[in-house]
């Protein structure tokens, strides 16, 4: 794959100055770009290290004075964090998955495939399920009894769709990413250890032990429209109703979302993040790596939570949350600051009752 300067920065909207017939086989980082590579300097301190480098040609911010960097030619952007979106997407190769239906793909007779679709080896699509046109379905992967995706959907090797599960378009799927799973739902037949324990906030249990009882998952899972889920995340079936993903929301990879979760539009789920189930998360929310969410807890339209916070209460609009229990961000880092003068507090205390004591003595 190759295309000239000029043909780049066409294709992603851009402004492209000097030599702009120069060919560009690959993107580098500035201090190990070779000819041939468009060097990504999109900040100042990374147009640092174009000196280390062999580039000719940068992508570059607004202003910057590429002919003082010493390039022959530029493209240019406003915002360069976000035209890189565009300009990654232009130059990736794919996974080099071919066209059609492999031979040692099993596709059953009543599947719907779409047009222009690809099915990659020992890729299974089951009875009933429907594929969307122009989607590839990757080695190993599965799509479910029943199942729909829309057009163009990805699914990466070993990604698993379950039964009943209904996905919109341009659907992307990292490898082994498992969408409608059962949900971790259990039942005692008289009150549980974990019922008393929230009923007394953590007093002595005193329950007696018992045998726990599934609860089946009927309600599969609704995934909108141009939806991403990362590699080894789990989005489980609901439990009567579907667990419900907005259009446009990503998801990490080792995200688990709970049964019954109800995610917005334009989501950004992190790495590692927990859902219990029944959690109902707003559109615009940002949850940052290793947040955690207790059951049935609603989270506001545009909240922001911290790395690592707990989430043990609902969170209103627009809130930016940390820690654990998470509080508003400021009244955290107010506390967190308060503990570490803490050492301090308790030796100028001491030498407070130390002078005290023998002024007194004194008397």
């Not at 992307?172 to 008289?190: H, K, N």
């Not at 899972?221 to 991403?228: N, S």
Request: net charge negative.
């Amino acid at each position: 794959m190759q295309y000239t300067v000029g043909e780049i920065a066409t294709a992603i909207g851009l402004k492209a100055v000097g030599n702009t017939s120069l060919i560009i086989t690959a993107l580098a980082e500035p201090g190990s770009a070779n000819d041939g590579d468009l060097a990504l300097a999109g900040n100042p301190k990374y147009a640092e290290d174009l000196s280390k480098g062999a580039a000719r040609a940068a992508f570059l911010w607004d202003d910057a004075d590429w002919q003082g960097m010493g390039l022959e030619a530029a493209i240019l952007s406003g915002r360069p964090r976000f035209s890189m979106s565009r300009l990654t997407g232009l130059m990736d190769p794919g996974q080099g998955y071919p066209s059609g239906i492999h031979p040692s793909a099993i596709v059953d007779e009543t599947a719907e495939i779409g047009a222009d679709v690809s099915i990659g080896p020992s890729a299974v699509i089951a009875a009933g399920a429907r594929i969307g046109a122009g989607s590839v379905i990757g080695p190993m992967a599965y799509v479910g009894w029943n199942a729909s995706l829309g057009a163009n959907a990805y699914l990466r090797e070993h990604a698993s769709i379950g039964a009943y599960v209904r996905i919109g378009d341009r659907f992307m799927a990292q490898p082994g990413a498992r969408i409608g799973g059962d949900g971790f739902s259990y039942v005692t037949p008289e009150k549980s250890n974990v019922e008393s324990a929230r009923e007394s906030l953590g007093g002595e249990n005193e329950t007696e032990g018992q045998a726990w009882a599934r609860i089946a998952s009927l309600g599969a899972v609704l995934i909108g429209d141009d939806v991403e889920v990362g590699s080894n995340a789990t989005i489980d079936s609901g439990t009567i109703r579907p667990t419900r993903i907005g259009d446009r929301t990503k998801i990490d990879s080792l995200v688990h979302i709970g049964h019954n979760c109800v995610l917005g539009t334009d989501g950004l789920i992190c790495g590692m993040v927990g859902l219990a189930g029944s959690v109902t998360i707003g559109d615009f929310v940002v949850l940052a790596g290793k947040v955690g969410v207790a059951d049935n807890l609603s989270i506001g339209d545009r909240a922001v939570c911290g790395g690592a916070s707990v989430i043990l209460s609902s969170v209103r609009p627009g809130k930016v949350m940390l820690g654990y229990p998470a509080t508003e961000m400021k009244s955290q880092i107010d506390s967190y600051k308060a503990l570490r003068r803490l050492p301090r507090y308790i030796s100028d205390i001491a030498a407070l009752k130390k002078a005290v004591f023998k002024s007194g003595g004194s008397d």
